[in-house]
C-alpha cells in the first residue's frame, strides 16, 4: 500500500492529525541516528503514558533500536539486489487504518519506502488508533514539544512530497 496515501488517511495534513505516536517515533529515530544525546526522551515520555505499568526503559530502548537497525540492514541489502521480507502490518478492512505496526511503518516513512505490505485484520474498526495532539496534551506534553511535533509533521510532508 502507498505510504503516502496511508499518511493522508490518517490526517497529516490537518490539526486533528490521531498519530502523533508516529511523528514521536520519527524524530527519535532522526535522533538517533545523529548519535545525539537523550535520542529516546520524547519516546520514553510517550510509552509512560500509554501504559505505566509495563515500561522497561532499557527494554523499549532496545527494541526500538533493533526496528531502526533492521531498517538499515533491510536499506543495505535491497540496495545490493536481495530481497528482504517485511512482515506486513495490520489495518483495518472498512478504512485502511493502521492498528498496529507503527513502528514498522515509521522506519518505513523515515526511510523513503513508497510502498509497505498491508494486512487487513476483517476488523471494522472506525476510529484506528488515536494519538493525537489531544492525547499529548492531556498526557503531560508541553507546548515546546507539540510545537517540534508539528515541525516534525511539516517535515514529513515536505521530505516525501506529499499532496491532496
Known amino acids: 500500500m502507498n505510504i503516502n496515501s496511508m499518511l493522508i488517511t490518517e490526517g497529516i495534513f490537518t490539526e486533528n492529525f490521531n498519530r502523533y505516536d508516529l511523528l514521536v517515533k520519527y524524530y527519535t529515530i532522526k535522533q538517533y541516528l545523529n548519535f545525539l544525546p537523550n ?50 502490518i495490520p489495518v483495518a478492512d472498512n478504512n485502511e487504518r493502521m492498528i498496529g505496526g507503527s513502528h514498522r511503518f515509521t522506519c518505513s516513512v523515515y526511510f523513503g519506502e513508497s510502498e509497505i505490505a498491508v494486512e487487513k485484520e476483517g476488523k471494522n474498526w472506525n476510529k484506528g488508533v488515536v494519538y493525537g495532539k489531544e492525547w499529548f496534551e492531556k498526557n503531560g506534553f508541553n507546548v515546546d514539544n507539540l510545537e517540534l511535533l508539528n515541525k516534525i509533521r511539516m517535515e514529513i510532508i515536505d521530505k516525501r512530497k506529499i499532496t491532496l
Open 39 to 88: 535520542s529516546f526522551n520524547l519516546y520514553l515520555k510517550m510509552q509512560e503514558a500509554r501504559d505505566p505499568n509495563r515500561l522497561n526503559t532499557n527494554i523499549c530502548i532496545e527494541i526500538f533500536k533493533k526496528y531502526i537497525n533492521f531498517y538499515l540492514y533491510y536499506k543495505g541489502v535491497n540496495s545490493r539486489g536481495i530481497e528482504v521480507d517485511i512482515k506486513p
